[in-house]
Every structure is written in structure tokens, then in C-alpha cells.
């Protein structure tokens, strides 16, 4: 059973730096493409940044060069470091487990990201 755990989030000034973890449970990396995802108020959902069970990694060009995608196997998390905040920034972040075997795709429940102006 797979389990995505989001945790990292918080009110933070324009500029500034927080790092998200999500930790992934039923989760073998090497089969799963990973992502992070956000959603603003009356906004849609969108792609933040992504990395496939190979290692590659992908990101939307509003964060390019400021946010960072990674994951521990060993401790089964994902990671996004995010640099240089804004306040568009701000949202629900939630992680994203897509199997590449089946394409079955699991959530979190989000955490919170508020970047103040």
C-alpha cells in the first residue's frame, strides 16, 4: 500500500528558503516517477518539478534555478528544496507517486506554503 506523507511547509518572507519531504511508504523508486505539485487558491493543480525512477529530473520554468528535486532511497523521501521564494510561490504542495509500471498515480494530503511579499 502506498503512502505519501508531506511534511516542510510553513509561512516563510519573500526570498527566503524551505525544504519539503515527503516521505514514501510501498514506494520502490526505481519503478516510480515522483513529482511535486501545487495548487494556489482558485487555481489549478500544476507540475512543479519531477524526477523519474531513472533519475531524471524535470521542472516548470516559473521555478528553473531556484528549486531543487532529489529523493533518498535509503530513507524512502522525497525532497524539494526551494530557494529564493515568491510570493506566487505560495500554495498546497503535495507529492506525487506515478508507478511506471501500471501509471497508477497516488497523493498526499499537501502541506501548506505561504511566501509573505
Known amino acids: 500500500q502506498v503512502q505519501l506523507v508531506e511534511s516542510g511547509g510553513g509561512l516563510v518572507q519573500a526570498g527566503g528558503s524551505l525544504r519539503l519531504s515527503c516521505a514514501a511508504s510501498?514506494?520502490?523508486?526505481?519503478?516510480?516517477?515522483m513529482a511535486w505539485y501545487r495548487q494556489a487558491p482558485g487555481k489549478q493543480r500544476e507540475l512543479v518539478a519531477g524526477?523519474?525512477?531513472?533519475?531524471?529530473?524535470n521542472y516548470a520554468e516559473s521555478v528553473k534555478g531556484r528549486f531543487t528535486i532529489s529523493r533518498d532511497s535509503n530513507a524512502d523521501t522525497l525532497f524539494l528544496q526551494m530557494n529564493s521564494l515568491k510570493p506566487e510561490d505560495t500554495g498546497v504542495y503535495h507529492c506525487?507517486?506515478?508507478?511506471?509500471?501500471?501509471?497508477?498515480?497516488?497523493w498526499g494530503q499537501g502541506t501548506q506554503v505561504t511566501v509573505s511579499a
Open positions: 510501498g514506494v520502490w523508486f526505481r519503478y516510480f516517477a
Open positions: 524526477i523519474t525512477g531513472g533519475g531524471n529530473t
Open positions: 506525487n507517486a506515478r508507478s511506471e509500471v501500471s501509471g497508477t498515480d497516488y
